[in-house]
């Protein structure tokens, strides 16, 4: 079990306090980020910043007793079908481009090398990629995705190296866009350099009400996958509900749902999204991210802490 690395607010002393918290939440954190592609394209110069950033994190995994789960982002979480954050002269350029392969190759062997994580996703959702961009892009991702695996395990042999799918997305819930087929094949094209099936799982972004997900929402994972299952990263806001009143109180049953299926299906890893409320909204589209912690903003417990809490004391195999 694991929280991500996301701090209250953007400062150094917050992010060390995120590892910290983390420590009491699980024995996984998950960093997740944009590679620094003019570091590692062809003829780039890593920066102090990321060598810091490098030493940094590892120490404080280190020092909490966290195992790292890192996750190489490459889209725009707004618009998954564009590539973040890329140099001006690379500007509308995709992963058909050989300075993008090669700088996306040398990062994650970088961060197999100097990381050794545990866990290492090259891709996040990457479904929805597929979705915006089709399938001539998506296969540019999956061949530079395997050249990746390869680099990460010529360095780190026992890290489990997958992509990331986002499960509403994955079922067609999600109303992004114009209307889209369900995308479960998608998972079995990155066989048989697969050593996971790792999804994100946001309901609230497709259900009003949690009791309005269908039961057993996670259980269909089962029979269509043979694959280590891996809950990459979940959540439910608490914030403000659109019939009045707070979420709160749905938050904490998807959770103790969430966590039933997860233990049902075997599940090696689950992450919930945010340990800890944020303390400045993000922009209105991601405002119900920044209010899904287990803790709120002003230090407060919520009610899914404590279920959190006991799923986290408890024996692995019980219920």
Same mark, same amino acid.
């Given at each position: 079990?694991?929280?991500s690395?996301?701090?209250? $607010?953007?400062s150094?002393?917050a992010?060390?306090?995120?590892f910290k918290?983390a ?19 062809? !003829? ?6 990321? $060598? ?23 889209t ?9 954050a ?22 994650? $062997? ?12 090259? !891709? ?8 915006r ?17 390869d ?7 026992a ?7 986002q ?13 889209? @087929? ?18 994100s ?13 269908? @039961? ?7 029979t ?10 979940? %959540?439910w806001?608490?914030?403000?509900s ?46 119900p991210?920044?209010?899904? %912690? ?12 404590a279920?959190?809490r ?10």
């Open positions: 079990m694991g929280v690395s996301v701090p209250q $607010k953007p150094d002393d992010y060390r306090d995120a918290f420590a009491t939440a699980g024995e996984v954190i998950l960093i997740q980020r944009v590679p620094p592609w003019e570091e590692f394209e062809p !003829g780039g110069t890593i920066s102090d910043r990321t $060598k810091n950033l490098t030493r940094l994190e590892r120490d404080l995994a280190h020092d909490n007793g966290l195992k790292l789960f890192l996750a190489i982002d490459p725009d979480p707004a618009d998954r079908g564009r590539l973040a890329l140099p001006d002269d690379l500007r509308g350029r995709d992963f058909t481009d050989n300075r993008i392969r090669a700088a996306f190759i040398s990062y994650a $062997k970088y961060l197999a090398l100097n990381y050794k994580p545990a866990y290492l996703a090259l !891709g996040v959702e990457v479904d929805m990629f597929f979705n961009r089709g399938d001539e892009a998506f296969r540019s991702f999956q061949s530079l995705y395997f050249e990746a695996y680099a990460v395990k010529d360095v780190s042999a890290t489990l190296v997958f992509p990331t799918f499960y509403e997305n994955m079922q067609a819930l999600l109303s992004l866009g114009p209307p889209s @087929q369900p995308t479960w094949a998608l998972v079995n094209r990155f066989d048989p350099k697969l050593d996971a099936v790792a999804i799982s946001f309901p609230g972004f497709a259900f009003t009400r949690v009791d309005r997900l269908p @039961q057993e929402y996670f259980s269909q994972l089962k269509r996958y043979q694959k280590p299952l891996i809950f990459a990263s979940i %959540g806001t608490s914030g403000p659109p019939e009045g009143g707070s979420l709160e109180g749905d938050q904490a049953t998807f959770l103790r749902r969430a966590m039933s299926e997860a233990e049902e299906l075997g599940a090696l890893v689950v992450v919930w999204y945010l340990g800890r409320d944020v303390e400045d909204a993000p922009l209105p589209a991601f405002a991210l920044a209010t899904m %912690g287990l803790i709120r903003a002003d230090g407060r417990a919520k009610v899914s802490w279920i959190w006991t799923y986290l004391g408890r024996p692995p195999g019980t219920r």
